[in-house]
């Protein structure tokens, strides 16, 4: 029998290939986490704006039903008979509707409620292709 003289390599290809592929994965998924993690403190900071907005209205609109109780008139209060209606502005596209009756002394609430803002008046035009070569601005 002959026997080879030379150099054996060391089989360590595939352990170090799976161990780099390891390495890789581990880091794909730390940073995946940390953008998780950054995309939730940026909910939870909109989500606690959000929620002071809606009570800092609310505390307003609270603060007008009792003024209108002890029968005050109140600026920007429409009345019709013994229908009162307010809103107090929560944001830029909500505001707080309030919708109250009055009934000798008594007092009913008929809508308390977070809704978006109507449109401002602005015209709002889209372009719309009108079949031809061009587009044409339609409302």
Same mark, same amino acid.
């Given at each position: ?19 780099? %592929?390891? $390495? +890789?994965?581990?880091?794909? %998924?730390?940073? =995946? ?6 995309? @939730?403190? /940026? ?5 606690? @704006? ?8 609310? %505390?307003?609109?609270?603060? #007008?039903?009792?003024?209108? /109780? /002890? ?11 013994? #229908?009162? #209606? ?9 505001? =707080? +509707? $309030? #919708? ?8 009913? *609430? ?13 015209? *709002?035009? =889209?372009? *719309? ?5 061009? =587009?044409?601005?339609?409302?």
């Amino acid at each position: 029998m002959k026997q080879k003289n030379g150099i054996s390599i060391p089989a360590v290809g595939a352990g170090s290939l799976l161990t780099t %592929f390891a $390495v +890789l994965c581990m880091t794909v %998924f730390a940073l =995946l986490c940390i953008a998780t993690v950054q995309e @939730e403190k /940026r909910q939870e900071k909109a989500t606690d @704006e959000a929620v002071a907005a809606y009570y800092a209205a609310d %505390f307003q609109a609270e603060q #007008i039903f009792a003024r209108l /109780r /002890r029968g005050e008139q109140v600026e920007d209060v429409v009345q019709q008979d013994n #229908i009162f #209606i307010y809103q107090c502005p929560i944001s830029e596209q909500q505001e =707080l +509707l $309030v #919708i109250l009756e009055q009934t000798d002394s008594e007092w009913k *609430v008929l809508r308390w409620q977070a809704v978006a803002r109507e449109d401002t008046g602005e015209d *709002v035009t =889209l372009p *719309v292709w009108n079949g031809e070569g061009s =587009l044409e601005e339609k409302p």
